[in-house]
Nanobody
Framework: QVRLVESGGGLVQAGGSLRLSCGASGLTFRGIAMAWFRQAPGKERDFVASINWAGDRPYYAESVKGRFTISRDDDKNTQYLQMNSLKPEDTAVYYC?????????????????WGQGTQVTVSS
């Protein structure tokens, strides 16, 4: 059974930082693409960042480029999202996603597995 478990969310002031983690089990972590999405209340789930199987092709939504960094540690079956210079508009539930493919994608439909989400709240 595949499980993705996010952690690291919380409440932070604008301008602050958080690091999200996503631990994976029940799948071969090496060789698959990973991503982060987020969903604010009343809105659709939006792409945040993805990383390919080798970890050398990160891709970001324009809204987070330069502030967020996605990475992965295959030895720990874990991916991360370092979030700096946080803004109130970054407030959302953040979801980890895994895709049975080498490259990341912006579409939620391309991902096979999802975590339960972790809340990030940025106060002004």
């Amino acid at each position: 059974q595949v499980r993705l478990v996010e952690s690291g969310g919380g409440l932070v002031q604008a301008g602050g930082s958080l690091r999200l983690s996503c631990g994976a089990s029940g799948l071969t972590f090496r060789g698959i693409a990973m991503a982060w999405f987020r969903q604010a209340p009343g809105k659709e789930r939006d792409f945040v960042a993805s990383i390919n199987w080798a970890g050398d092709r990160p891709y970001y939504a324009e809204s987070v480029k330069g502030r967020f960094t996605i990475s992965r540690d295959d030895d720990k079956n874990t991916q991360y999202l370092q979030m700096n210079s946080l803004k109130p508009e970054d407030t959302a539930v953040y979801y980890c996603a895994a895709r049975r493919g080498a490259l990341g994608d912006r579409s939620t439909q391309q991902y096979d597995y999802w975590g339960q989400g972790t809340q990030v709240t940025v106060s002004s």
